[in-house]
């Protein structure tokens, strides 16, 4: 039994080979796909990818192509709407064609073998727990048809508002780059005295981001935050006031969706679930993955889930701590992955022929981190650093040294070559 069809649920549709002769369900209570599919990766990266490519209309004109693009903000939110429904169409005809029943409804733990779900009762031999997360509300800004969450803001969004993000973490940068074109984002407001709080990212990279936004037009309120929004007006408590702001979108970070366990498995004091090192809980036949053990990241729920099945089903035993790499599909992207070491190597990307060829912009760098020769970590800034990340994950993930690597020319990573000694 699985609790939750969100990334975790949708990774257990690839392992329908481990799944053979077993009977298998997920109970659902809202979208299939959860929060990636609906109201997270795939619609803000359908943004993101609309954006860009308007972004790099003027480019074409160097090899001598010459377009004129309109770009239409209902045209983007339909075609997205549509895009995401389709998916999430091909998620439940893969389920079923698989055998694996979807159960609509809200599951509560009754205790370690029974759940029930619309007044029904259905007992289980093994649990995974993929219930999620779902976004903070604060006190004085309660969700509403103004005040919107990551899970209200795709549909509810207009090309004629004027929004104020409340949080600069990752969530409030891509929504500022993604909304770029149609000036959208007034300001982005954050308690904290940096953007990027939760992240300890060097300051040249913040550096980098700030920057950008400020050319969007965006201001950037720090340490302070919303104090009253009515009347289209919001005040902050800096004494700062914006008006005609028609909506305020609340980005503040996300709470894991632990309260239907009954406490029958335990939370740790951050009031995620508690697992150990192979994701069981408390309860050993009781699993527990992606957001809900406070991973955050869809990969990480992917990968947590795959490993889950395999130990379910004694392919493996034990797990490898791994570095999942967090990405902000900013202009350029920032991707990172390890830890941040004192022996640090950095190359430019402005001396790639390619750089040319990608608008790859001047401010573009990698950091490669270093401890007796093997890779720690690793740091990029690249208009396709989500791509770029790939190469180093398996060198700090299986903690390989860093030699005379190559990489063929002409290409991106042909730059890596220059943390080569
Ligand atoms: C705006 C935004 C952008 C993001 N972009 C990225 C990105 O680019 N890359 C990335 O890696 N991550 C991204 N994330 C994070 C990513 O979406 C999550 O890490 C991922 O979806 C977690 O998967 P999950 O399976 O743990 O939970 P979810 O996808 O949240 O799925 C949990 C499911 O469980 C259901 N559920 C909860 N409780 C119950 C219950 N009691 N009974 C029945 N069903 C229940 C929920 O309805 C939900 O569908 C983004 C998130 C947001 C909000």
Redesign the pocket.
Known sequence: MV????????ELLNHANLLKNKKVAI???????????????I???YWLRASHLYKSLPSYKKFGINVEGKISFEEIKSNMLKFVANIRQNLIHKAQSLGIEIIK????LLNEHTLQ?NDKTITFEKLII??????IELPHLKFNEKILS?DTFWKSINQNDKIIIVGAG??GI??SFMLQPFKIVKSMVDLAPDILSTFHLPEEVKHILKQKIKEMGIKIELATSVKSFANDKVELTNGQIYDNISKVLV?VG?KP?TS?LNNIVKLNDKGYVETNELYQTSSKHIYA????VG???????MYQMQFILKHMFSLQTSALPLCYPP?I?SDPQIAWCGTFTSEVRTIKFSHNPTSYLYNVGEECFANLYLEEGKVKGILIVHPYASELIHIFLPFINKQLKWENEYFAHPSMSFSFRGFNR
């Open positions: 609790v939750g069809f969100g990334s975790c649920g949708i109970i659902e209570e809202k979208n299939e796909g959860g929060t990636c599919l609906n109201t997270g990766c619609p803000s990266k409804g809200g599951a509560l779900v993929a219930s999620g997360s779902r976004p990551t990752i969530i891509e929504v980005a996300r969706n239907w993955c992606g957001d809900v991973s955050n990241l869809a990969h990480a729920a990405i599909y």
